[in-house]
């Protein structure tokens, strides 16, 4: 081989891939799919032949998507030049790695001989994972058969070390890229339950551990692949990861009606991939356990022990599978409900064949239930922590549909909001198992269960979801076979769900009108309980951000003043402030990690002058109640850091005491551009009320530093004097209500807070 070779061979190839493979990323639907890619890799192949002379004892070898003959529109070559010890072989390669650079198309390339790709794959287990996807392009194809037969030979002998570093790898992975299923963008490739994971899946395959693929996996993977081909023509260039703007786009592309059905798609997939996995891992550790007791795997009857664990349910080898009795022509149409209890409760994984016979031969349950599998049902959802993995299994595929079938369109539906971290299916389940852990706490636990996976039910249709959810609710409790006076009850769990946080958060708990208004729609201590712990539950199987300390105490405040009245009691007095608040010379201030608290001197504007001093020190607000005693004014405000570390106490101490003496010069607007954030949601809305002694006002707006401050300054410039706020933040939107004594101008208030927000 000569010099000149080489050069006529790099400048045969520099203009690229050529136009077939440019027509092949344009943005329409002939740019998507199996056959594109395919057709993608022809082209790719063909040039790369062109690039590589003729010559003995060199071979060019695709692994990665071209490997695998799953090109994107915009993806990278991964090429490796293998060669037998040739001379001048790095001459070769540029001539090679050069026309591709000049494409501008991105490559991750090496230049080895076979026993150095051994060496490499034998301490890099991403590159071993890589050669399994090795496929002759070019050059001599013996030499690309040895090295791919190699890889696999080496795979399969080293799987088991290989594997254990392999599942640490996924699990930082993971944790650096969050689960697939449940983003609103997620990288389709590196998130949990994405692509990368099926390449995990195909090498578990490999090394012979475990039918790792199965057909719904293949065809997940599938439908990844074109939502990533997708992505790529939609934007022009190589990105894995759906960004909100992007996905109308991605789904028209794909036939889809809409995001929302987009991210459903996505999500169900990801979390068929995300359940084979785990599955699979389980084989891998059975596998390796075997390996380190008797060197070799047996066949798993051999080492697998049957201990009955419920009725027609055993446990073997660690899995949750049928008792023989149970596996006849007419099973049990509870069957499966009893499986899921019995997998729930002891926390063991159900079998794959158990899963896959009990879909395919459990009859339907009749209406209503027998009692049979009502008691599974309570018991499954009383599980608690191990209710969410049984759930998953079975919902995998299919069961919980035949158990619920409402559960078909509650299935992998986003929720949009920033506060939420499931969606709404997995949040159902999430705030069921939750409830079990507050079952001491009411007297009927298995009510709470239910309400907890049912109250959301109606989201997604149209109306008030909690109204349009009670029917449904109550639907299925008669379905269950529930009596009538406990398919009351879960219609009120539902109806009500979100009467104690919002009303603990919006408004003023010390009004007798607002305990009154809440004893009225509850009705008895009994459904109050149980409405108390469905909200913790429902709140930290939201997220972080919907449930706090704060939250809790300001529940609990409501819920003992409520007790008070449904008991026939009277309701306490207000809380009285601090006494050393009430105390010494003015002004008086205390300051805390997530409390402050300022008397002075009465004035129209002092909670104003607060809010934008807190809004100084990058606090916000979360809680505010004022009272005024004589001429003492006090206010209380509950806060938390908006950003990084907590202020300096000294600092916002000495600041609040120039408030108190009206010494502290704020600026007439806080926080972003010009002093406002620009607004993402909809418009804000004022709504009115009324209160004992007040007029209330309630602002719903898009959340921004120094809100509170510019609405009560607009509403101290009016005049207008606010005993309460109540400040509820959810993620980018907030809800704040305020009390307004004396007489109000309600068409200047809104229009003045509707131009501050």
């Avoid at 399994?132 to 080293?158: K, Y």
């Avoid at 409402?406 to 969606?423: E, K, N």
């Avoid at 409830?435 to 109250?455: C, F, Q």
Wanted: glycine share 10%; net charge neutral.
């Amino acid at each position: 081989m000569g010099p000149g070779n080489v050069v006529t061979s790099a400048s045969e190839g520099a203009a690229g891939p050529g136009p077939d493979y440019a027509r092949l990323a344009q943005r329409d639907q002939a740019s998507i799919g199996a056959d594109a890619r395919l057709a993608r890799a022809g082209v790719l192949d063909g040039w790369l032949r062109r690039l590589l002379p003729d010559t003995p004892g060199v071979a060019l070898v695709a692994v990665g998507g071209l490997g695998r003959r799953e090109c994107t529109p915009h993806g990278d070559l991964d090429l490796i030049l293998v060669h037998a010890g040739v001379p001048r072989v790095d001459e070769l390669a540029a001539s090679l790695w050069y026309p591709i650079w000049d494409a501008r198309m991105g490559l991750d390339h090496s230049t080895r001989t076979v026993a150095e790709s051994l060496d490499a794959a034998h301490d890099d287990v991403k590159v071993a994972l890589g050669l399994l996807d090795a496929r002759h392009i070019a050059g001599d194809p013996a030499l690309s058969a040895q090295l791919s037969r190699a890889a696999v030979d080496q795979w399969r002998r080293t799987a088991r070390r290989q594997l254990l570093r392999l599942r640490e790898l996924v699990e930082e992975r993971h944790a650096a890229h969050g689960e697939l299923a449940y983003l609103l963008e997620g990288d389709v490739k590196e998130a949990a339950g994405g692509l990368r994971d099926v390449g995990v899946l195909r090498g578990i395959g490999v090394a012979g551990v475990a039918d790792a693929l199965p057909p719904q996996v293949r065809a997940a993977a599938t439908r990844l692949l074109d939502v990533r081909d997708a992505l790529h023509v939609s934007i022009g260039r190589r990105n894995d990861r759906l960004r909100a703007q992007e996905r109308l786009q991605v789904a028209e592309l794909l036939g889809l009606a809409d995001g929302d059905a987009l991210l459903r798609r996505i999500g169900l997939d990801a979390r068929a991939v995300s359940w084979s996995l785990t599955d699979a891992w389980r084989s891998v550790q059975r596998w390796t356990a075997a390996g380190a007791r008797h060197g070799e795997p047996r066949p798993r009857e051999a080492v697998a022990v049957r201990r009955p664990i419920a009725r027609d349910v055993v446990a073997a080898d660690g899995e949750i599978v049928l008792a023989r009795a149970a596996v006849g022509p007419h099973p049990d149409p509870s069957l499966s409900l009893r499986v899921a209890a019995a997998a729930a409760q002891h926390q063991m994984p159900i079998a794959r064949a158990t899963l896959e016979w009990l879909a395919r031969f459990c009859p339907p349950l009749p209406t209503p239930w027998p009692a049979s599998a009502r008691s599974a049902l309570l018991t499954l959802l009383g599980a608690g922590t191990g209710l969410v993995a049984a759930w998953e299994a079975c919902d995998r595929f299919g069961l919980t549909s035949t158990w619920l079938p409402q559960w078909t369109r509650l299935r992998g539906t986003p929720q949009h909001h920033p506060v939420h971290r499931f969606t709404l299916d997995r949040h159902l389940v999430q705030a069921a198992a939750n409830a079990a852990t507050w079952s001491r706490e009411v007297a009927r636990p298995d009510l709470l269960v239910l309400g907890a996976l049912l109250h959301d039910v109606g989201k997604g249709l149209p109306g008030d979801h909690s109204e349009v959810g009670a029917e449904l609710a109550r639907e299925i409790a008669t379905a269950i076979g529930l009596p009538t006076a406990d398919v009351d009850t879960i219609a009120a769990l539902v109806r009500y769900h979100l009467v104690l946080p919002d009303t603990a958060t919006r408004r003023d708990l010390d009004d007798p009108a607002t305990i009154n208004y809440v004893a009225k729609l509850v009705g008895d201590t009994g459904t109050l309980d149980l409405l108390q712990m469905l909200a913790r539950s429902d709140a930290q199987a939201t997220g972080p951000a919907a449930w706090s300390g704060w939250k809790s105490k300001l529940i609990d405040d409501l819920c003992a003043r409520v007790r008070k009245v449904l008991g026939g009691g009277q309701l306490p007095e207000p809380t009285p402030p601090d006494p050393a608040l009430l105390a010494g010379p003015l002004p008086v201030v205390q300051v805390a990690d997530d409390w402050v608290a300022l008397a002075a001197h009465d004035r129209v504007g002092l909670l104003a002058a607060v809010a934008g001093c807190l809004a100084t020190h990058k606090l916000e607000i979360v809680a505010a109640g004022t009272s005024t005693i004589g001429e003492r004014a006090i206010i209380e405000c509950a806060v938390n850091n908006r950003y990084g570390a907590p202020p300096d106490r000294e600092l916002l101490a000495a600041d609040l005491r120039r408030v108190g003496l009206d010494q502290l010069p704020l600026p007439r607007r806080l926080g972003g551009a010009g002093g406002r954030k620009p607004v993402t949601g909809a418009e804000p809305r004022v709504i009115w009320g009324e209160a004992t002694g007040a007029t209330l006002l309630e602002l719903r707006a898009t959340d921004s530093p120094g809100l509170l401050y510019r609405v009560t300054s607009a509403l101290a410039a009016l005049g207008v004097d606010v005993r309460t706020a109540r400040v509820s933040t959810l993620g980018a939107d907030v809800v704040d209500a305020f009390y307004l004594v004396g007489d109000v101008d309600r068409d200047a208030a809104e229009a003045a807070v509707l131009a501050a927000a």
